[in-house]
């Protein structure tokens, strides 16, 4: 069982930025794609960003296309979500997941098999 552990949260004003971190344990987690999804208050969870195992391929929501960057160092076991420009939108707690592939960036929450706890970001005017 792969553990998540999301950090790098907080508060910052619109236009700003941020750098969330998430620390996996366990063997899977650089033969595994993984994907960055966020949850406000009131809505439904929904992706953010995904790459694949080795990290050459990247997918990411169009409402943050341009603005953040997801990235991974598989020696460290940990994958990255790099967030500039922020917008008040982006406001929600953000959670890292290991997909049950390799090399599929799915947008989907069924393809994610373990999820971290999550990291409170919040952006204010």
């Known amino acids: 069982q792969v553990q998540l552990v999301e950090s790098g949260g907080g508060s910052v004003q619109a236009g700003g930025s941020l750098r969330l971190s998430c620390a996996a344990s366990g063997r899977t987690f650089s033969s595994s794609a993984m994907g960055w999804f966020r949850q406000a208050p009131g809505k439904e969870r929904e992706f953010v960003a995904a790459?694949?195992?080795?990290?050459?391929?990247?997918t990411y929501a169009d409402s943050v296309k341009g603005r953040f960057t997801v990235s991974r160092d598989n020696a460290k076991n940990t994958v990255y979500l790099e967030m500039n420009s922020l917008k008040l939108e982006d406001t929600a707690v953000y959670l890292c997941?290991?997909?049950?592939?390799?090399?599929?960036?799915?947008?989907?929450?069924?393809?994610?098999?373990?999820w971290g706890q999550g990291t409170q970001v919040t952006v204010s005017s």
């Open positions: 997941a290991i997909s049950t592939t390799a090399n599929v960036l799915s947008r989907s929450l069924s393809m994610y098999g373990s």
């Open positions: 790459i694949s195992w080795s990290g050459s391929s990247t």
